[in-house]
């Protein structure tokens, strides 16, 4: 769907939505799943737009899992601010 409304109210900002279903032969649904975007959503374009949106949501949650179960050392830490700093640095 397009421009459909983020939130009640005459201000709100106009999205697209995109909703996907998988269901294997049986017909059972494997895969249930809403996407948010501001490109517009087709026929033509829904398969493709469906592969970006999951390919993010897997990259954002596998990044989430490993920051919640292996956390991060001080020594990782400071590690990788230092080496940022020296990168950013004006000199």
Same mark, same amino acid.
């Given at each position: 769907?397009?421009?459909?409304? /983020?939130?009640?109210?005459? @201000? *709100?900002?106009?999205?697209?939505?995109? @909703? /996907?279903? /998988? *269901? @294997?032969?049986?017909?059972?649904? $494997? =895969?249930?799943?809403?996407?948010? $975007?501001?490109?517009?959503? #087709?026929? !033509?374009? *829904?398969? !493709?737009?469906? *592969?970006?949106?999951?390919?993010?949501?897997? /990259?954002? #949650?596998? #990044?989430?899992?490993?920051?919640? #179960?292996?956390? &991060? &050392?001080?020594?990782? $830490?400071?590690? &990788? !601010?230092?080496?940022?700093?020296? &990168? =950013?640095?004006?000199?």
């Amino acid at each position: 769907m397009n421009g459909v409304p /983020i939130r009640d109210g005459k @201000d *709100a900002l106009l999205v697209n939505w995109l @909703d /996907i279903e /998988i *269901a @294997d032969s049986a017909g059972n649904i $494997t =895969y249930r799943n809403n996407f948010v $975007t501001d490109l517009p959503v #087709n026929k !033509a374009n *829904a398969a !493709a737009l469906a *592969a970006c949106g999951r390919a993010r949501w897997k /990259i954002e #949650n596998e #990044n989430f899992n490993i920051l919640k #179960n292996k956390g &991060t &050392t001080s020594n990782t $830490t400071s590690a &990788t !601010a230092r080496s940022t700093w020296r &990168t =950013y640095s004006p000199p």
